[in-house]
C-alpha cells in the first residue's frame, strides 16, 4: 500500500486530500505510480495530464520523478511550493 | 532549533522584542518579516494551505543548513497557516550572531530558500474568485544562487 496526499490545485482536481493505493511492485519510480493513478479516474487523468507542472515528495522528502517508490511509502503530489 | 508554523496572528513587536531579548549577548540581530500584499486592492485574503509534518521537517533542515554554513547564536523561522488578510505577517526570519555579516547572510539565506522549498501554497481571494499563486522562477534563481 502507498499512501498518496495531493495538496493545492492538485487536490482540487483529483477531489480528495488522500488515498491508499495498493502497490506490490518491486523497482517503481515516481512515474510508473503517476501513470497508475492517471487510470484510476478522469480526475485524476486531468491532475496529472501536464506532470511537468507538478513537484514529488517521497516519506517528505522532495525528489524527482525517476525516485523509486514502494510499499509503505507516503507520496505526495503538489504544485511548486509558493510560500514566504 | 525554533521552528514554529502558527495558524493564529503574530505580533511582529512582541516577536521580535523577545527574540533581541534572548540574544541580547549576541552583538547582531538580523529580521526578515514578510506581510501579505494587497496587490492595489485586488486580494481581498490569502489562504495558506501546507503539508503537516513535512513543512516543520524542511524548515528545521533549513535551519541546520543555516547553522552549519553561519556562526549563528540563535535562529527563528515563524511561518503562518490558513487564511489570511492584506497587511498580517505571513513570515518572521530571524537570525543572532556574534557580528552582523552571518546574521544578515542567513537570514537571506533562509527566507530565499524557505521559498522553494517549505511545502506552502498560497491562494489568493479577489472579487472574481479564488486563484492559486504561481512560482516565480525569479525566487528558484534567488534560492539557486545559495547552492
Known amino acids: 500500500m502507498i499512501r498518496v496526499l495531493y495538496f493545492a490545485w492538485v487536490k482540487e482536481r483529483v477531489g480528495h486530500a488522500a488515498e491508499d493505493v495498493a502497490w506490490t511492485h518491486k523497482e517503481a519510480s515516481v512515474l510508473d505510480l503517476i501513470a497508475h493513478l492517471r487510470s484510476l479516474s478522469p480526475r485524476h487523468a486531468e491532475a496529472f495530464a501536464d506532470p511537468s507542472l507538478i513537484r514529488v515528495a517521497v516519506n517528505q522528502e522532495h525528489v524527482r520523478f525517476e525516485a523509486k517508490v514502494g510499499d509503505g511509502d507516503e507520496v505526495a503530489f503538489f504544485p511548486p511550493v509558493t510560500g514566504g | 532549533m525554533a521552528v514554529r508554523v502558527v495558524s493564529a496572528l503574530f505580533d511582529p513587536a512582541v516577536e521580535m522584542g523577545a527574540f533581541a531579548a534572548k540574544n541580547a549577548r549576541s552583538g547582531a540581530v538580523a529580521s526578515f518579516l514578510g506581510h501579505v500584499r494587497d496587490e492595489a486592492g485586488a486580494v481581498e485574503a490569502m489562504t495558506l494551505e501546507h503539508y503537516p509534518g513535512m513543512t516543520e521537517k524542511e524548515l528545521t533542515c533549513r535551519e541546520t543548513e543555516a547553522r552549519q554554513r553561519w556562526d549563528l547564536a540563535d535562529v527563528l523561522i515563524l511561518h503562518r497557516v490558513g ?56 525566487d528558484a534563481a534567488r534560492a539557486k544562487e545559495w547552492d
Do not use: N, Y
Open chain 2, 83 to 138: 487564511r489570511l488578510l492584506p497587511g498580517e505577517p505571513i513570515v518572521l526570519v530571524q537570525c543572532a550572531s556574534a557580528h552582523r555579516k552571518d546574521a544578515l547572510e542567513a537570514c537571506t539565506f533562509l527566507i530565499d530558500t524557505l521559498k522553494t522549498s517549505a511545502p506552502f501554497w498560497k491562494q489568493e481571494e479577489r472579487h472574481d474568485g479564488a486563484r492559486w499563486v504561481e512560482a516565480k522562477p525569479e
